[in-house]
C-alpha cells in the first residue's frame, strides 16, 4: 500500500474504509498472529506481550487512526484486508463501553457543527484547541501511556509549544505534570464501565428494523431496515450483515437501498448502504432491542439524518416517533405512528380525536386527527398500552429558534479536490401552555441571509459567500480559489446572519443564526 493510499485511507471518513473489502478473506486472517508477526518487531518486551497496545481502549475510528499512523509514519505492512480485520479485534477486545462513548457520540457520528464545552478550562486549552475534545474522551489509557502520549505529541509536532495557547505558558511541564494525571483518573484504562460490559451478551441485530428519521432540508421518514447475515456458515462472519431499506418520507418520495454493515464491541454499526443512487454511511449504538444514531452522505458527511430504530419479533413493542411530531389546534393533520411491533388501537391524549385510522401495520399506523384547545402542551401517544413518541398541540408558537445557532459551511468544488460543504438549517418552534413553554419541533420557514457585521457589510460577504434556498433553509458556498472581484483577490469565505422567517397567525417571527463560511478542510481524520 502506497502513501497516497494510506493517506487518502486516513483522510477518507472511517466507516467507509472499515468496511470496505472482502469479508471471507478478513476472516481467515489470524489476527493474533498477525499482532505477533507485524506489531512485535517495535512494540513487543522482553516476554513477548505488546504492553502499549494492551494499555489503550479506542473505537473502531480511533483504532483506524493509530493502525493507519504506523503504516504511514512507520511502514508498517498491512493489506487492506489485514488492516480492517486489525482493527476488528482491537476494538472487539479493546474497545469502549456505551457508557464511555455516550457524551462524545457526536464526533463519530460526524456532527461538525457542535460547539464543545468542557468543565476543565485547562483541558479546553490544553488539550481541544488543535482537535475536538472528543478525540481525548474516546479513548482509555494507563497512566503511563497518557504521559507517552503528551511525548508523542511533543516529538510528533515540536512546533505546538510555539502555537497559540502553548508560547504563553509551561506547556510540557502543564502536560505532563497536570493534564496527564488528570486524564489517567478521568479517563482510566480500567474503569467499570468496560468491566461490566465484558460481561454482557451482544443484542440480536439480524431481522427487521422499523426505523424513524429525519433528515434538515426534506423532512421526517420512516423505513424498514432488513439485516442479513452475510454467511450463516462462518462462525467468523457473525458480526458482518448485507441491509436492504424500503421506506419513505413524509412528502411521498419513496426510499429504497442495499449495502451492509460490521458490529464492533458488540454495538457499534458501521454501515455503508447506498439509498436512491447516493452513498451513505451508517454509525449507530445499539441499546438492546433499539439503536440510536446518524446516517450521513458518504462524500458530504454535513448532510445526515438522526435514527431511531427498534427490532421487529424483540418482544418489546416501542413507539419511536409521530410524524409529524406536532399538531396545530383546528387543522385536520395526517399523522404517522413509527414503531416497532405496534398492536391494539392508537390511543391519543384527551383534546385529540382520530378522525380515521388509514394505515396500519405492525411498524406504523396512519391517522387523520384534530386537537382543541384541551390538548395544548407535550404528550406521549399509546398503542395497546405501550407509550412513546412526542407530540405537541399548539395553537400559535411564542417563538422560534435557528438550529444549528452556529453552522460552518465551506467552499469547495471549481475543479479542486475538496467538494463543497453546505450548511443545513431548521427553525424550531416553542409555544406556551398550562405547563408552560414547550418545544413544538420543526416548523416551515422562510430563509435569507444577511451580513453579519460592518466587516461583512463592506466586504460584499453577502455577494460572494454563497446563497441559501428560501424553501429549504439548505445553504450552498461560492467555488474555492482566490477572486479577483474581491478586496484583494481574497477566497469567497465570509460571516453571514442566517434568517429565518415563521408564519404565525397573520404575523411573522424572526430568528437569526451565525453561519461562518471557510476554506477547504484538508486534514479530515475519521475523528476530527
Same mark, same amino acid.
Request: aromatic content about 6%; charged content about 25%.
Given at each position: 500500500?502506497?502513501?497516497?493510499?494510506?493517506?487518502?485511507?486516513?483522510?477518507?471518513?472511517?466507516?467507509?474504509?472499515?468496511?470496505?473489502?472482502?469479508?471471507?478473506?478478513?476472516?481467515?486472517?489470524?489476527?493474533?498472529?498477525?499482532?505477533?508477526?507485524?506489531?512485535?518487531?517495535?512494540?513487543?518486551?522482553?516476554?513477548?506481550?505488546?504492553?502499549?497496545?494492551?494499555?489503550?481502549?479506542?473505537?473502531?475510528?480511533?483504532?483506524?487512526?493509530?493502525?493507519?499512523?504506523?503504516?504511514?509514519?512507520?511502514?508498517?505492512?498491512?493489506?487492506?484486508?489485514?488492516?480492517?480485520?486489525?482493527?476488528?479485534?482491537?476494538?472487539?477486545?479493546?474497545?469502549?463501553?456505551?457508557?464511555?462513548?455516550?457524551?462524545?457520540?457526536?464526533?463519530?457520528?460526524?456532527?461538525?457543527?457542535?460547539?464543545?464545552?468542557?468543565?476543565?478550562?485547562?483541558?479546553?486549552?490544553?488539550?481541544?484547541?488543535?482537535?475536538?475534545?472528543?478525540?481525548?474522551?474516546?479513548?482509555?489509557?494507563?497512566?503511563?501511556?497518557?504521559?507517552?502520549?503528551?511525548?508523542?505529541?511533543?516529538?510528533?509536532?515540536?512546533?505546538?509549544?510555539?502555537?497559540?495557547?502553548?508560547?504563553?505558558?509551561?506547556?510540557?511541564?502543564?502536560?505532563?505534570?497536570?493534564?496527564?494525571?488528570?486524564?489517567?483518573?478521568?479517563?482510566?484504562?480500567?474503569?467499570?464501565?468496560?468491566?461490566?460490559?465484558?460481561?454482557?451478551?451482544?443484542?440480536?441485530?439480524?431481522?427487521?428494523?422499523?426505523?424513524?428519521?429525519?433528515?434538515?432540508?426534506?423532512?421526517?421518514?420512516?423505513?424498514?431496515?432488513?439485516?442479513?447475515?452475510?454467511?450463516?456458515?462462518?462462525?467468523?462472519?457473525?458480526?458482518?450483515?448485507?441491509?436492504?431499506?424500503?421506506?419513505?418520507?413524509?412528502?411521498?418520495?419513496?426510499?429504497?437501498?442495499?449495502?451492509?454493515?460490521?458490529?464492533?464491541?458488540?454495538?457499534?454499526?458501521?454501515?455503508?448502504?447506498?439509498?436512491?443512487?447516493?452513498?451513505?454511511?451508517?454509525?449507530?449504538?445499539?441499546?438492546?432491542?433499539?439503536?440510536?444514531?446518524?446516517?450521513?452522505?458518504?462524500?458530504?458527511?454535513?448532510?445526515?439524518?438522526?435514527?431511531?430504530?427498534?427490532?421487529?419479533?424483540?418482544?418489546?413493542?416501542?413507539? *419511536?416517533?409521530?410524524?409529524?411530531?406536532? /399538531? @396545530?389546534?383546528?387543522?385536520? #393533520?395526517?399523522?404517522? =405512528? %413509527?414503531? !416497532?411491533?405496534? &398492536?391494539?388501537?392508537?390511543? *391519543?391524549?384527551?383534546?385529540?380525536?382520530? /378522525? @380515521?385510522?388509514?394505515?396500519? #401495520?405492525?411498524?406504523? =399506523? %396512519?391517522? !387523520?386527527?384534530? &386537537?382543541?384547545?384541551?390538548? *395544548?402542551?407535550?404528550?406521549?401517544?399509546?398503542?395497546?398500552?405501550?407509550?412513546?413518541?412526542?407530540?405537541?398541540?399548539?395553537?400559535?408558537?411564542?417563538?422560534?429558534?435557528?438550529?444549528?445557532?452556529?453552522?460552518?459551511?465551506?467552499?469547495?468544488?471549481?475543479?479542486?479536490?475538496?467538494?463543497?460543504?453546505?450548511?443545513?438549517?431548521?427553525?424550531?418552534?416553542?409555544?406556551?401552555?398550562?405547563?408552560?413553554?414547550?418545544?413544538?419541533?420543526?416548523?416551515?420557514?422562510?430563509?435569507?441571509?444577511?451580513?453579519?457585521?460592518?466587516?461583512?457589510?463592506?466586504?460584499?460577504?453577502?455577494?460572494?459567500?454563497?446563497?441559501?434556498?428560501?424553501?429549504?433553509?439548505?445553504?450552498?458556498?461560492?467555488?474555492?480559489?482566490?477572486?479577483?472581484?474581491?478586496?484583494?483577490?481574497?477566497?469567497?469565505?465570509?460571516?453571514?446572519?442566517?434568517?429565518?422567517?415563521?408564519?404565525?397567525?397573520?404575523?411573522?417571527?424572526?430568528?437569526?443564526?451565525?453561519?461562518?463560511?471557510?476554506?477547504?478542510?484538508?486534514?479530515?481524520?475519521?475523528?476530527?
Amino acid at each position: 500500500m502506497n502513501r497516497k493510499s494510506i493517506a487518502k485511507t486516513l483522510g477518507g471518513l472511517a466507516v467507509l474504509t472499515l468496511l470496505a473489502g472482502n469479508a471471507s478473506a478478513q476472516n481467515r486472517i489470524n489476527v493474533p498472529n498477525l499482532m505477533a508477526e507485524r506489531c512485535s518487531i517495535c512494540h513487543a518486551d522482553e516476554l513477548g506481550r505488546l504492553p502499549r497496545i494492551q494499555a489503550q481502549r479506542k473505537t473502531p475510528e480511533g483504532w483506524l487512526m493509530t493502525v493507519v499512523r504506523m503504516q504511514r509514519s512507520h511502514e508498517l505492512r498491512l493489506t487492506d484486508d489485514e488492516r480492517r480485520a486489525l482493527v476488528k479485534h482491537l476494538a472487539d477486545t479493546q474497545g469502549l463501553a456505551p457508557a464511555e462513548t455516550a457524551p462524545a457520540r457526536y464526533v463519530l457520528e460526524r456532527r461538525l457543527n457542535t460547539v464543545e464545552s468542557f468543565p476543565s478550562q485547562q483541558f479546553t486549552e490544553m488539550c481541544a484547541r488543535c482537535h475536538s475534545g472528543a478525540r481525548v474522551v474516546l479513548q482509555r489509557r494507563t497512566a503511563t501511556e497518557w504521559e507517552r502520549l503528551v511525548h508523542f505529541h511533543l516529538g510528533q509536532f515540536p512546533t505546538l509549544e510555539y502555537q497559540a495557547l502553548g508560547r504563553d505558558r509551561d506547556w510540557f511541564n502543564i502536560a505532563l505534570k497536570e493534564i496527564a494525571p488528570a486524564l489517567a483518573k478521568d479517563f482510566a484504562y480500567g474503569d467499570d464501565a468496560w468491566q461490566k460490559w465484558k460481561l454482557v451478551k451482544p443484542a440480536p441485530v439480524e431481522g427487521q428494523w422499523v426505523v424513524s428519521g429525519h433528515l434538515p432540508g426534506k423532512g421526517d421518514f420512516n423505513a424498514t431496515l432488513t439485516a442479513t447475515l452475510k454467511d450463516a456458515q462462518d462462525a467468523n462472519a457473525k458480526d458482518q450483515y448485507t441491509l436492504t431499506l424500503a421506506g419513505s418520507y413524509a412528502d411521498g418520495e419513496k426510499l429504497s437501498g442495499q449495502g451492509s454493515a460490521v458490529i464492533y464491541t458488540g454495538y457499534e454499526w458501521r454501515g455503508k448502504v447506498t439509498i436512491n443512487g447516493v452513498a451513505y454511511r451508517q454509525v449507530f449504538a445499539i441499546e438492546g432491542d433499539t439503536l440510536r444514531g446518524r446516517q450521513f452522505v458518504a462524500e458530504h458527511d454535513e448532510i445526515g439524518a438522526d435514527i431511531v430504530a427498534a427490532r421487529q419479533g424483540s418482544g418489546t413493542s416501542h413507539v *419511536l416517533a409521530v410524524q409529524p411530531a406536532w /399538531l @396545530k389546534t383546528g387543522a385536520k #393533520t395526517r399523522l404517522t =405512528i %413509527v414503531g !416497532n411491533d405496534l &398492536a391494539g388501537e392508537p390511543e *391519543l391524549p384527551a383534546g385529540i380525536k382520530v /378522525l @380515521k385510522v388509514l394505515e396500519r #401495520t405492525p411498524g406504523r =399506523i %396512519v391517522v !387523520n386527527a384534530i &386537537a382543541d384547545r384541551q390538548a *395544548l402542551g407535550t404528550h406521549k401517544v399509546k398503542v395497546g398500552g405501550v407509550e412513546g413518541g412526542d407530540l405537541a398541540v399548539f395553537d400559535k408558537l411564542a417563538r422560534v429558534e435557528v438550529v444549528p445557532p452556529y453552522a460552518v459551511a465551506r467552499v469547495g468544488g471549481d475543479g479542486g479536490s475538496r467538494p463543497k460543504v453546505e450548511a443545513r438549517f431548521e427553525a424550531l418552534g416553542w409555544a406556551t401552555g398550562p405547563q408552560g413553554e414547550y418545544r413544538v419541533g420543526v416548523v416551515p420557514a422562510k430563509w435569507s441571509v444577511a451580513p453579519f457585521n460592518e466587516d461583512a457589510r463592506r466586504d460584499r460577504d453577502l455577494e460572494f459567500a454563497g446563497s441559501i434556498d428560501g424553501k429549504s433553509g439548505v445553504f450552498t458556498t461560492n467555488n474555492a480559489g482566490l477572486n479577483p472581484k474581491r478586496h484583494l483577490s481574497t477566497n469567497n469565505a465570509g460571516n453571514l446572519t442566517v434568517v429565518a422567517s415563521v408564519a404565525n397567525g397573520g404575523k411573522a417571527l424572526n430568528a437569526q443564526g451565525q453561519l461562518i463560511v471557510t476554506v477547504q478542510r484538508w486534514n479530515d481524520p475519521p475523528i476530527p
